[in-house]
Structure formats: structure tokens, C-alpha cells
């Protein structure tokens, strides 16, 4: 569920306004493949208001790290959290937003699983990390990163409306890859796809809009 924001939300990776403490936590993740327990815990917070849709990770992370620091570049080769969104519920048309913990973005509109993918498509999204540790240092334990993204309503593919109202239902899903060099990567995800797959729509939630 996501409830409406009280008041403005400042995009600094810093979850400290009071909505966010509100917010229901959308976790903790689980292994994308067999929906068991992940080896790091992640968990995602959402929020909305009349013009974005507020979205925060927080991911436990021992050693914050990505080779990938310019946007749109393949942030999924490496380290980085995902939110999928479908608001038209119609599992067919829909948007891919990642952050990695250097804060580059990359986002794509696809008109079905896998097709039509639109590179040039932007979410305009407002985007901040904040590390609990050190990036690309792995002489010392890091403790984790925050990402928060606030999504314009208006920029998204196949929205019903201008925006939503309280009471409508979207199909999303929430993601994170954990992947480093010569050691086995694992796909988390809030609804586990029980595929290698992300963009298996049939397995997305669903996101309701509350107050």
C-alpha cells in the first residue's frame, strides 16, 4: 500500500521525514528464483502525492560497490535496485527505473514482456543515494545505502488518468541484483518471479493508493 505523503518529501537518500516513517515497509525481500530468505536484507518504503510517486530502498550491503557511475549505463550488470511500474494494470505496457549506490539512474518503457523497448524514454525521475559505508573500497565493511526517487506521475507509459486517486490499484514490482566479480550473484525481489526473469509481468503485485 502506498499512502500519501504529509507534507514535502526532500530527494537527499535521507529518509527522514515523518511520511516515510508512516510508509509500509515492502519487504524484506526474498531470492527471486525460490523465494527463500536473501543473503543481505533489502526492503522497500513507497509514498505518493499529486504529482510522483515517492520510492525508497534501504539495502543492507557489507561492501558498496558498482563499476558504473554515468546514467544509463548497464546498471543491471552490477549492483542495483529496480521498481517496475504498470499502471494501467494491463501487464503489457510498462516502465523500468534502477538505481545503483553511485546514484546513476537508467530507465526504459517497454509495450510488452521484453518488446518494444524504448531506450530513449525518460522517467524524470529526481533521484539520491545515501552509503553507510564506502563505494568501491572493499578494505573495510560497509554497512549499507539508501535510494529515493520521486517518479512524475506525468512521465509514465500507459497511465490511466493524469494521476491516481485514492483507491486505485497498480501492478509494480521491486527488485534487487547483488553481483560482484567471481562470486554468484542473487536476484531478490518483493514478488519473486520463480524465474530469471524480471520482467515476468504475471508475477508483479499489486500497489494500492491510499491516504
Known sequence: M???ARGAIAIDGVLSESSWDRADRAGPFVRSLDGKPCAEQT????????ENLYVAFQVDDANIATPYTRDDQPLYQSNVVEIFLNPSGDLARYDEIEIAPSNALFDASF????????????????????????LNDSRDVD??????????????????????????????????????????GEGQAYSPPMVGDFHALDRFATMRFDD
Open 2 to 4: 502506498a499512502h500519501r
Open 43 to 50: 526492503v522497500a518504503r513507497l509514498l505518493w502525492d499529486d
Open 111 to 134: 509495450t510488452g514482456r521484453r518488446q518494444g523497448m524504448n531506450l530513449s524514454w525518460s522517467s524524470g525521475a529526481r533521484h539520491a543515494v545515501h552509503l553507510d559505508g564506502t
Open 143 to 184: 554497512r549499507g545505502w539508501t535510494a529515493e526517487l520521486a517518479v512524475p506521475f506525468a512521465t509514465l507509459t500507459g497511465m490511466p488518468a493524469p494521476r491516481p486517486r485514492r483507491g486505485d490499484k497498480w501492478r509494480f514490482n521491486l527488485y534487487r541484483l547483488r553481483q560482484y566479480p567471481g562470486q554468484p
